[in-house]
């Protein structure tokens, strides 16, 4: 009970609940600004959060999470265009909603159904997390190894275009976290007499150049293009009401309820996303509804659906990575990169050794929840206006920003000279097809990999079966090899039964017209 | 694509050999057969080796069957973005000799030029703004430093 009231007293500081604050304001702002991903959000304002104590920027950045996810809602819903990938299903039904003069209404119940859903898997987190971590106490060097493979492993689940090319990048990821000094033996590692190596490659300005700089090479393109046809994005819809009514709250509940659990559940599962548990939970939102044939047209029940499914995944997310210190998504990734900056650990013993940090993460998800819905329905008018903010001005800030914050991080700019050439790589790499997500995930869990597999073979003197006679060990190493092998062997399967199906049919008679009618 | 995939595939291989190189002086296992700061490395090396090899693979059945999509390098827009990127690392140049200020003062105007902002006005609010913005909120109130020039160093 102490741990839960000096957490409180933390968050509920001026300092932190200012910065909580700004970060989720922050997030909404990126993810009103069509181009701008939660990654990219992340990790630009990831060097801020070593400038304050403690866990206020953490706090922040949890802000950014939360605020960046309900953000893309906004854009899907008055102009088509989704934020993020986890509002495009908001689209189906939001914007129908908007040309029929609903946008208020839609903003505002996607508004309701993004704090509802935030809220809920924050309360789920709260309940499971500290029984799931009891559970892996006991975990040791060999579990830990597997516990970092499986996280490895989930690169061929983020790994949008290219499986090969996915887990090319782990390796880069992996690659990169090799340079330094050895984690056992404190011996240089392609450091090539570079004082600057032997401290490793800084992955912050890593991050910021492959999330942020690329990202804004990449609006600097499609600027070109939008200046060469004459695009541009403007709002002309009015909003009137925002507050939902209780005729359509008391409709939306269960929706609300059904897709809070979807969206928890498909977060805690590393790997996936929101834009899964926002498409899963439209689907079954539709399938339920007593009103399907609404769906697409502006049905209240489309809009809310993949809102609370979406904004569920952020409390589902945490789960995996507070408690096993694995990263779901290049989102989760990034942010444990700032927990480790902090000092956090992630992983079992976070909940024995560091209580207070814990509930600190608690209430400070619970909070920046609240702060979500409440910046939310208070600032709907002003985030509309900020998503029409042309790419000329918002290009250069981020620029800026990227420059400044890689530079803020060891007050060196040679962080400056490296965030810009990975920037420049990262743009590259995605033209051809390769994801930033597994590059994260390999920089951030190579040396827990490592250590772990270097420990786990000094404890049995250099044997390789350590690993084969620990049952937690063997299976998460289990799940790992299913988790790599199914993206390729899935397709494969599936496509071997239609195939086996479709032969089946032809050889099968024709069924009549009779037994077609009943 | 096709030819690009196959310049992944022999970078990865490259990537492989050079790590190889590298870390030939560093100790794969101790003499109790534990592994030393090489292992993990090599592992790695392998890995891209494998993977570059199945990349080669990938791309050859690929383009045997017609399935490969087209990748843009070259036009006119990438080009752009190329230009903004040399402006960016030509703005880490200039901040290093000249600090954030000036800088930063003479890289968002170029940079919003390239990007077809033609109005003086706009260009100069967002440059000092920015300048303005940044250097309250980093100096002031998150009381960290922005880079200074060499010069003044």
């Given at each position: 009970?102490?741990?839960?009231?000096?957490?409180?007293?933390?968050?509920?500081?001026?300092?932190?609940?200012?910065?909580?604050?700004v970060g989720t304001l922050a997030g909404i702002i990126i993810g009103a600004l069509p181009g701008l991903t939660v990654n990219m959000g992340i990790a630009l304002l990831m060097p801020l959060t070593f400038t304050f104590e403690g866990m206020a920027g953490v706090l922040m950045l949890l802000g950014v999470y939360c605020g960046a996810i309900y953000g893309g809602s906004i854009t899907a819903i008055l102009?088509?265009?989704?934020?993020?990938?986890?509002?495009?299903?908001?689209?189906?039904?939001?914007?129908?909603?908007?040309?029929?003069?609903?946008?208020?209404?839609?903003l505002g119940l996607s508004t309701a159904s993004s704090m509802f859903g935030g809220l809920f898997s924050t309360v789920a987190l709260i309940i499971v997390a500290p029984q799931l971590a009891k559970v892996a106490t006991g975990l040791s060097a060999p579990e830990y190894f597997a516990l970092a493979v499986f996280g490895i492993s989930i690169i061929t689940s983020v790994s949008s275009h290219s499986l090969i090319k996915g887990l090319i990048g782990g390796c880069i990821g992996l690659g990169i976290a090799t340079v330094g000094l050895d984690p056992m033996?404190?011996?240089m590692r392609f450091t090539?007499?570079?004082?600057?190596?032997?401290?490793?490659?800084?992955?912050?300005?890593?991050?910021?150049?492959?999330?942020?700089?690329s990202q804004a090479l990449f609006s600097i393109e499609e600027n070109w293009g939008e200046n060469l046809h004459g695009v541009s994005r403007s709002v002309s819809v009015k909003i009137t009401r925002l507050l939902p009514t209780w005729i359509d709250l008391r409709r939306v509940l269960p929706t609300y309820l059904r897709s809070s659990v979807i969206g928890t559940i498909i977060g805690a599962i590393p790997g996936t996303g929101g834009d899964i548990a926002s498409y899963v939970s439209y689907t079954e939102a539709k399938r339920w509804s007593k009103h399907p044939e609404e769906f697409g047209h502006g049905s209240i029940e489309g809009v809310s659906a993949p809102e609370a499914g979406a904004n569920a995944v952020a409390g589902g997310a945490m789960v995996p990575l507070m408690t096993l210190g694995i990263p779901g998504d290049g989102a989760t990734a990034i942010m444990m990169g700032a927990f480790m900056v902090q000092g956090l650990s992630l992983g079992p013993l976070l909940f024995t050794e560091h209580p207070v940090e814990v509930n600190t993460i608690f209430i400070g998800l619970f909070v920046a929840n609240v702060l979500m819905g409440i910046l939310g329905f208070a600032g709907i008018r002003a985030f509309t206006r900020i998503m029409v903010v042309p790419r000329k001005v918002l290009v250069p800030i981020i620029l800026v920003l990227c420059a400044i914050g890689s530079y803020s991080v060891n007050h060196t700019m040679t962080d400056v000279f490296v965030m810009s050439i990975a920037g420049f790589l990262g743009y590259i790499m995605i033209k051809l097809g390769f994801s930033m997500s597994p590059i994260v995930i390999g920089i951030i869990l190579g040396p827990m990999a490592e250590t772990n597999l270097r420990r786990a073979l000094t404890m049995s003197d250099g044997d390789f079966s350590i690993f084969l006679t620990r049952p937690i060990c063997l299976t998460f190493l289990i799940i790992a090899a299913v988790t790599l092998f199914l993206p390729i062997v899935g397709p494969k399967f599936s496509a071997w039964r239609r195939a086996k199906a479709a032969s089946a049919g032809q050889g099968a008679p024709e069924p009549s017209s009779d037994s077609r009618s009943a | 694509?096709?030819?690009?995939?196959?310049?992944?595939?022999?970078?990865?291989?490259?990537?492989?050999?050079?790590?190889?190189?590298?870390?030939?002086?560093?100790?794969?296992?101790?003499?109790?057969?534990?592994?030393?700061?090489?292992?993990?490395?090599?592992?790695?090396?392998?890995?891209?080796?494998?993977?570059?090899?199945?990349?080669?693979?990938?791309?050859?059945?690929?383009?045997?069957?017609?399935?490969?999509?087209?990748?843009?390098?070259?036009?006119?827009?990438?080009?752009?973005?190329?230009?903004?990127?040399?402006?960016a690392f030509a703005y880490a140049v200039l901040m290093t000799y000249f600090g954030f200020s000036v800088a930063t003062l003479v890289f968002i105007p170029l940079l919003m030029l390239l990007m077809g902002e033609r109005k003086p006005l706009m260009i100069a609010v967002t440059a000092l703004a920015v300048v303005a913005v940044v250097w309250f909120f980093f100096v002031q109130v998150f009381n960290t430093t922005l880079p200074p020039s060499i010069f003044f160093e």
């Open positions: 009970m102490t741990e839960v009231l000096e957490a409180a007293g933390i968050v509920f500081s001026y300092q932190t609940l200012f910065l909580i604050t102009i088509n265009t989704p934020g993020t990938p986890a509002s495009a299903a908001t689209c189906l039904d939001g914007y129908p909603m908007a040309l029929k003069g609903q946008a208020g209404r839609a033996t404190a011996g090539f007499d570079s004082l600057y190596l032997m401290g490793g490659i800084s992955f912050v300005p890593v991050l910021v150049g492959l999330f942020a700089f | 694509m096709r030819k690009y995939n196959f310049v992944v595939a022999a970078l990865s291989i490259l990537m492989g050999c050079a790590i190889f190189w590298f870390s030939r002086n560093l100790t794969p296992f101790d003499e109790m057969g534990i592994p030393g700061e090489a292992f993990w490395p090599q592992a790695i090396a392998w890995l891209f080796i494998f993977l570059g090899g199945l990349q080669a693979i990938q791309s050859l059945i690929a383009s045997s069957s017609g399935g490969e999509a087209s990748v843009d390098l070259h036009s006119p827009g990438v080009r752009v973005a190329y230009i903004g990127a040399l402006l």
